[in-house]
């Protein structure tokens, strides 16, 4: 079956330290993937897309890499600070029509001064 | 900040009650989805719609129901609560046209039954 899979220990890591979080997908070719971050009690909040025929997708201080041979993306925070401290969530479309959203069940981010 | 709006933010209530989770959305995308998460937890779609009279049911199965009779808005209704429904509902809207594919959503409803 599709899978769409997260890392679910947190990453502890110290400010100014780049951030790396993995989403991995199985049995299923996803036409785009989207990150987000979600803080608690809260709704996700949308943050970058990266598409089948992208590598790399940037803005600001974050990064998202799309490698179809791996089946992986990897989505990375430069000089990180502890309000990045959040948990990241990884999606994708599983239909067809890519009407829904399927998301991973997220990696907690935890910067420490 | 998303323009989408859900109500109420907390709500705890009693085992066989009626509740209705409110939704509405002013950024006019037909598109429109209620998740549940535990926490901890990933989201579940439970329904979704594409416009007006349209309804779907999601990836988890609910005994909950939905109704869209008019674009900005999409209520989750659940006719007797029971502990087990106990979680907290997320509502998101997209227009997915073009490259517009991201998801909207509100705050969240904490639906505690007890």
């Known amino acids: 079956s599709q899978k769409i899979e997260q890392n679910s220990e947190a990453l502890n890591i110290q400010e100014g330290k780049t951030a790396t979080l993995t989403c991995n997908y199985t049995n299923y070719s996803p036409a785009y993937l989207q990150w987000y971050r979600q803080d608690p009690g809260r709704g996700p909040v949308f943050l970058l897309l990266i598409r089948e025929n992208e590598k790399e997708k940037r803005k600001e201080r974050l990064k998202v890499t799309f490698d179809t041979t791996l089946k992986q993306s990897l989505f990375h925070i430069t000089a990180s600070q502890p309000a990045d401290s959040a948990t990241y969530l990884c999606a994708s479309p599983f239909d067809s029509g890519y009407s829904t959203l399927t998301f991973g069940k997220g990696t907690m981010l935890l910067v420490s001064p | 900040e998303a323009d989408i709006y859900q109500t109420p933010r907390y709500l705890v209530i009693g085992t066989g009650k009626k509740i209705t989770l409110e939704c509405s959305q002013t950024m006019g995308h037909d598109k429109m989805y209620w998740y549940q998460q535990d926490p901890g937890m990933e989201l579940h779609l439970i329904h979704y719609s594409y416009g007006v009279n349209s309804t779907e049911k999601g990836d988890l199965s609910s005994e909950s129901t939905v109704s869209r009779i008019r674009t900005e808005h999409f209520p989750l209704t659940l006719e007797s609560a029971r502990p087990s429904h106990t979680s907290q509902y997320l509502c998101?809207?997209?227009?997915?046209?073009?490259?517009?594919?991201?998801?909207?959503f509100g705050q969240g409803t904490r639906l505690t039954v007890v």
């Open positions: 998101a809207s997209s227009d997915f046209t073009g490259s517009n594919t991201e998801a909207f």
